[in-house]
């Protein structure tokens, strides 16, 4: 069943391999078993609405697996266990908290979105009927993007593992998953998604309840932390390290809000749960996820006291190197399928935010128009865009295309269109020139810092620390506007920036990475209230939103009895 | 601080479990319903 030597952890030098019979059963099986499901539920005549949102019914247990299992994706659990490794034991609090906040978030918001626009598919869409094109194009672009991104992160993710735990190669590995994941979802779209979502969120996090304890008392349980302290620096046996707080906690607090509204994986589920089940849906998925990417993370922490050094001196080999270091080969089995049940799930929610966006905001808004768009062009549309993002995924993976700067400017793109989005559906004196101008100086303002292309030092670094500290309360005043409202939003954000700014200025841009999220946000706040408070524009009639957005397909999907999952 | 350490990195697989039970058990309710109304469950 395996291949390869077990050895000490001090001494890994070649991985045991899962032999090849074995990685095609369990392909064969997950993917196999996927578009079982996904056949269970087709119809021969998909809704257009469907495809994109199953029609904003779906239940809590199927939207709240969902939406773990799409947040959940191989990259996190890397990530995680990587921060562990890094920053010793508050490393994965400082990703996974943070990480989990972003659905937390999303809630509070979420419920007013559905509110103004209770049949919308897209944000971008709202957005549209909001404001017009500029702002449309401007989320849908990012959100492109943004998906793609994530798409070939996942599909690299999943020909590394392949590639490290088998004898099959990279690229083999990236078409087999690549066509798997495009089997299951091409036909029925988003609601094949999420109903496989739900099989695959019970392997991931079945898989952690077992690996993670087995990982922990293979490599020596509690004795480890006292035979294994001597590894660990101050800093990283301090539960309350600065160092941890400011390179990774801080700068991921900043991104929670940007990948929370931005992301449109999000904003689909948000579309799709039954509204009164958007709380306790959105607050399943951030425990859910928190405790899983957390407790993978520990698998870094106790690499960290083993004194496991990573394969090739690559952080990333750091999970498949304990779980073949540690586990048998049932549970390598297992944690096999869980890191392919990770980026599967990622990577179909991934197509069908792509093809929602090219069907909603692309065909449907730009191309056709609302009134005379067609649902069975709108459907292949959607699945032309899920094999050509596909394709063009796989592309990129096999290159090897370095995605981290594209991925820093989608994030940036994020956090300058957090304040504008969200006071767009607030505050009806927003404008659409207020929205676009506002984004555009952000990103401007943005790129020299977090790339530093600018001298950081003297007074521009200064003039850099006032909009970042800015951006501080932006932050946590909005944060707090959506749980409490108005009124303790603005009190937070004020005393906030005024709280932080003796600390933060002179001091923040010695780190590039916070200051520029945070000038993203300070800025684009600043220059979109200056820009709405100056415009004479009527104020908008919220209610527009609802005539203007809504089912693209009229046609009542028609239940097919053998398609029921029973 | 030994014991703290392992409940510290022992708590997360707990809390996992707890979630898998939750969004299990809502899951069959959401099943059974849909079955019961003779409709697919998405």
């Known amino acids: 069943m395996l291949r390869g030597k077990r050895k000490g952890p001090a001494s890994v030098g070649d991985l045991q391999q899962i032999a090849w019979p074995v990685v095609v059963i369990l392909m064969l099986v997950f993917f196999g078993g996927s578009f079982y499901m996904s056949v269970r539920i087709s119809r021969k005549k998909e809704n257009a609405d469907g495809y994109m949102t199953g029609g904003g019914k779906i239940g809590f247990g199927i939207s709240a697996a969902s939406m773990t299992a799409t947040w959940i994706w191989a990259s996190s659990m890397y990530a995680s266990a990587t921060s562990g490794y890094q920053f010793g034991i508050s490393g994965p609090i400082h990703y996974g908290l943070w990480g989990a906040l972003m659905i937390l978030l999303i809630y509070p918001f979420g419920k007013r979105i559905r509110a103004v626009a209770p049949n919308a598919h897209t944000i971008a869409e709202v957005m549209f009927a909001r404001h017009g094109r500029s702002s449309q194009l401007m989320l849908a672009g990012s959100n492109v993007l943004g998906s793609l991104i994530s798409l070939t992160s996942n599909l690299i993710a999943g020909g590394a593992l392949i590639s490290l735990l088998s004898p099959f190669t990279f690229t083999q590995g990236i078409l087999a998953i690549g066509a798997g994941v495009l089997l299951y979802t091409l036909w029925s779209g988003f609601r094949s998604s999420v109903l496989t979502d739900f099989a695959q969120v019970i392997a991931m996090l079945g898989a952690v309840v077992i690996i993670v304890p087995v990982v922990f008392f293979a490599a020596g349980g509690p004795d480890l932390f006292e035979q294994g302290a001597s590894n660990l620096t101050a800093e990283q046996a301090n539960f309350f390290s600065s160092k941890a707080f400011f390179e990774q906690g801080a700068p991921y607090i900043a991104a929670v809000l940007a990948y929370a509204i931005g992301n449109q994986t999000i904003a689909q589920r948000l579309f799709a749960v039954r509204e009164d089940l958007i709380k306790k849906t959105f607050v399943t998925a951030t425990v859910g996820y928190g405790a899983t990417i957390i407790g993978v993370g520990m698998l870094g922490v106790i690499a960290l006291y083993a004194g496991i050094d990573p394969l090739g001196g690559d952080v990333n080999n750091l999970i498949p190197q304990m779980a073949a270091t540690y586990l048998g080969p049932v549970l390598i089995c297992l944690f096999f399928v869980m890191i392919i049940g990770s980026l599967s799930s990622t990577a179909d929610s991934d197509l069908t935010a792509l093809s929602s966006i090219m069907m909603a905001d692309v065909y449907g808004q730009n191309v056709a128009g609302k009134r005379n768009a067609n649902p069975k062009t709108m459907l292949l549309v959607g699945r032309v865009t899920m094999i050509v993002a596909v394709v063009a995924a796989l592309c990129f993976a096999s290159i090897q295309f370095s995605i981290l700067d594209l991925l820093v400017f989608v994030g940036a793109l994020w956090g300058a269109l957090v304040f504008p989005v969200i006071s767009s559906f607030y505050w009806n004196r927003v404008t659409n020139k207020a929205f676009t101008v506002s984004v555009l100086v952000a990103l401007a303002a943005f790129l020299p810092v977090r790339f530093e292309w600018i001298d950081l030092s003297g007074g521009v670094g200064i003039v850099s620390d006032v909009f970042a500290t800015i951006g501080i309360g932006v932050v946590l005043g909005l944060m707090a506007f959506g749980f409490f409202g108005l009124r303790t939003g603005l009190v937070i954000g004020i005393v906030a920036s005024v709280a932080s700014a003796p600390f933060a200025i002179g001091f923040l841009h010695a780190y590039p990475v916070l200051s520029g999220s945070l000038i993203a946000y300070g800025v684009s706040t600043i220059v979109c209230v200056a820009f709405t408070l100056a415009s004479r524009a009527k104020r908008f009639d919220f209610d527009l939103i609802k005539e203007r957005t809504g089912s693209f397909d009229t046609e009542a999907p028609a239940v097919e009895t053998e398609g029921v999952v029973r | ?42």
């Not at chain 2, 703290?4 to 099943?31: C, E, H, N, Q, R």
């Open chain 2, 1 to 42: 601080m030994t014991l703290a350490l392992t409940l510290y990195v022992l708590i997360w697989p707990v809390i996992v479990a707890g979630t898998l039970a939750v969004l299990v058990s809502a899951f069959v309710k959401d099943a059974r319903e849909a079955k019961s109304k003779g409709e697919q469950i998405i």
